[in-house]
C-alpha cells in the first residue's frame, strides 16, 4: 500500500499555472425588488471616479471598496469590470446606531458598478430604505425618516454619477 500511495505522489501532475482559465460569463445587472439599476454609456472606469465624485460632493465617504476583477487578473482569469463601494457616513451612524444596532449591520451601503460587453458601465444599489426595511419595527419612525434621506442621498450620488 506504501509503494502504490508513493507512486502515485512521484506522478507527474499538470500545474496549476498550464490549466486553462476560462471567464465565466457574467449576465448583465436587471433590476430587482428593493434595487435601482441605473445603464450607463460611461466606461467602466470612468464610472467608478463620478460614483466617487459624486459621494464626496453629497457629504458621503467610501468607506470600502472591493471588486474580483484584479484578483481574477492574477489568477489568469478575465473578468468584466466588476466594483464594490461601499458608501456612508457619520452623521447617519451616531442617528442609526441608538434605534437599531442591529441595523448597524448594513453600513456602509453599497453602489455596485459593472463594466458592460460593450464598454460601458451599470451602476446597482439596494435602496436604503430596502436595506434597512428588516430593522424598522426596532427602530421604528425615526429609523425609516434616516432610510428615506439616505434613498434621496443615493438617487443625488446615482444622478450626478450617470449624468453624461
Not at 428593493?34 to 464610472?47: E, F, H, Q
Not at 463620478?50 to 471598496?65: F, L, P
Request: proline share 9%; aromatic share 6%; hydrophobic share 50%.
Amino acid at each position: 500500500m506504501r509503494r502504490f500511495a508513493l507512486i502515485l505522489a512521484l506522478l507527474p501532475l499538470p500545474a496549476l499555472a498550464e490549466t486553462p482559465q476560462i471567464a465565466p460569463q457574467i449576465a448583465p445587472m436587471t433590476a430587482r425588488d428593493g434595487w435601482r439599476v441605473i445603464d450607463s454609456a460611461k466606461p467602466y472606469a470612468a464610472m467608478i471616479d463620478a460614483v466617487k465624485a459624486a459621494t464626496t460632493a453629497n457629504q458621503m465617504n467610501v468607506v470600502t471598496e472591493a471588486g474580483p476583477t484584479d484578483a481574477a487578473k492574477r489568477l489568469g482569469i478575465t473578468l468584466p469590470g466588476n466594483r464594490v463601494l461601499g458608501v456612508f457616513a457619520p452623521r447617519f451612524a451616531v442617528r442609526v446606531l441608538p434605534l437599531s444596532t442591529a441595523a448597524m449591520i448594513e453600513a456602509p451601503i453599497r453602489f455596485y458598478i459593472t463594466e458592460d460587453a460593450d464598454g460601458s458601465s451599470t451602476l446597482a444599489w439596494k435602496t436604503p430604505s430596502h436595506v434597512f426595511a428588516p430593522y424598522m419595527a426596532e427602530g421604528g419612525p425615526d429609523l425609516a425618516v434616516i432610510a428615506s434621506e439616505l434613498d434621496a442621498t443615493f438617487d443625488a450620488i446615482a444622478q450626478a454619477a450617470t449624468a453624461d
